[in-house]
């Protein structure tokens, strides 16, 4: 069972591992042994409230594809357990990072003050460039 929040789940029939072998270098052992996780997550036949799954399905993420799958691969440690948490947290941290609600952003001017401060600075800064000419 994996726990994206207090109240959202995913059993761990809906979620997809398989071990391959991994990229890059290593040694003998990376030829012997299949330490990368490849995570497959369908997200429209999944339990997710329909919330969680409109919000996935918008999202415009390259593990994400049209078919509405997110597919995660996890290869940074040599050891095929701690690459099945590390897949398994990146999938927990997409379903937040796609529910999670930004704040409305409040339009904003500036104060009468600070309109003031500004147009003072510009026309002393103006006078102190015109006394910089040529004297007559």
């Given at each position: 069972?994996?726990?994206i929040?207090?109240?959202?789940?995913?059993?761990?029939?809906?979620?997809?591992?398989?071990?391959?072998?991994?990229?890059?270098?290593?040694?003998?052992?990376?030829?012997k042994?299949?330490?990368?996780?490849?995570?497959?997550?369908d997200?429209?036949?999944?339990t997710?409230?329909?919330?969680?799954?409109?919000?996935?399905?918008?999202?415009?993420?390259?593990?994400?594809?049209?078919?509405?799958?997110v597919?995660?691969?996890a290869q940074?440690?040599?050891?095929?357990?701690?690459?099945?948490?590390?897949?398994?947290?990146?999938?927990?941290?997409?379903?937040?990072?796609?529910?999670?609600?930004?704040?409305?952003r409040?339009?904003?001017?500036?104060?009468?003050?600070?309109?003031?401060?500004?147009?003072?600075?510009?026309?002393?800064?103006?006078?102190?460039?015109?006394?910089?000419?040529?004297?007559?």
């Open positions: 069972m994996l726990f929040s207090e109240s959202v789940s995913i059993p761990d029939t809906e979620i997809d591992l398989q071990a391959m072998r991994s990229q890059g270098a290593g040694g003998q052992n990376v030829n042994v299949s330490t990368a996780i490849h995570l497959r997550f997200i429209k036949a999944s997710l409230p329909d919330f969680h799954k409109q919000r996935l399905l918008q999202m415009s993420d390259y593990r994400v594809t049209k078919d509405g799958v597919i995660i691969k940074e440690h040599t050891s095929q357990e701690l690459n099945r948490q590390a897949a398994l947290a990146r999938l927990a941290n997409l379903i937040r990072e796609a529910t999670a609600i930004q704040k409305a409040r339009k904003t001017k500036p104060s009468r003050s600070a309109k003031r401060k500004r147009v003072d600075k510009k026309t002393q800064r103006g006078k102190t460039k015109s006394l910089r000419g040529k004297v007559l």
